[in-house]
Nanobody, 122 residues
Framework: VQLQASGGGLVQPGESLRLSCGASGRTFSNYAMAWFRQAPGKEREFVAGIMWSGGRTSHADSVKGRFTISRDKAENTVYLQMNSLKPEDTAVYYC????????????????WGQGTLVTVSS
């Protein structure tokens, strides 16, 4: 399994960014896909997750109403649309996958992408 995250960058507070995670190496019908983030000096934290087949989603309270996870099954890609970005959203964002169900615990995930840096600063 290979996961390739992209789309990070430097944005100002209030702006938007969309992250992508291309997945390959197997079929993901029984898998959950998730985004985590890790800020300097902090533990990796769950941001959002999605069931690959059914599309059911889960979002951390800190991003609800601002971030949306989605997937394109034809493109084997998971997205994280991030709106109204705040400085505290600054982190390296990782995509990850595991067999269902969605988990908010990083150690439960078997495969990880390389991470993409998001910096929110004026």
């Amino acid at each position: 399994v290979q996961l390739q995250a992209s789309g990070g960058g430097l944005v100002q507070p209030g702006e938007s960014l969309r992250l992508s995670c291309g997945a390959s190496g197997r079929t993901f019908s029984n898998y959950a896909m998730a985004w985590f983030r890790q800020a300097p000096g902090k533990e990796r934290e769950f941001v959002a997750g999605i069931m690959w087949s059914g599309g059911r989603t889960s979002h951390a309270d800190s991003v609800k109403g601002r971030f949306t996870i989605s997937r394109d099954k034809a493109e084997n890609t998971v997205y994280l649309q991030m709106n109204s970005l705040k400085p505290e959203d600054t982190a390296v964002y990782y995509c990850a996958t595991k067999l269902l169900p969605i988990s908010t615990i990083a150690s439960h995930y078997d495969y990880w992408g390389q991470g993409t840096l998001v910096t929110v600063s004026s």
